[in-house]
């Protein structure tokens, strides 16, 4: 079955950097797009930033110039290092996959197939 397996997130204080990594296991990792996600207390589950599974990638304008994905598809992995880091960035990060789709909206969490558990990133002001 497919798996999808964050880590990275932890404590930082604003203006430092955090990179998380997504493993995934049991589908073919090259053809899904792949995308970061996340949840603060009490708000929506939000889009943060995708590298789809054209080569392109897309952010969420609050953290554009701070965020970068990018993924290595030998090692089945996507990244999302997190530079400048903010306070309001603190929230449980997630990595989400979806199959190939020249449709979809990639914004969404209704478009995709697979989540993973989640990781916690803090940041302290």
């Known amino acids: 079955q497919v798996q999808l397996v964050e880590s990275g997130g932890g404590l930082v204080q604003a203006g430092g950097s955090l990179r998380l990594s997504c493993a995934a296991s049991g589908l073919t990792f090259s053809r899904y797009t792949m995308s970061w996600f996340r949840q603060a207390p009490g708000k929506e589950r939000a889009f943060v930033a995708t590298f789809r599974w054209l080569g392109n990638t897309y952010y969420t304008n609050s953290v554009k110039g701070r965020f970068t994905i990018s993924r290595e598809n030998a090692k089945n992995t996507v990244y999302l290092q997190m530079n400048s880091l903010r306070p309001e960035d603190t929230a449980v990060y997630y990595c989400?996959?979806?199959?190939?789709?020249?449709?979809?909206?990639?914004?969404?969490?209704?478009?995709?197939?697979?989540w993973g558990q989640g990781t916690q990133v803090t940041v302290s002001s």
């Open positions: 989400a996959a979806t199959a190939p789709s020249y449709n979809a909206n990639y914004t969404s969490p209704s478009a995709y197939d697979y």
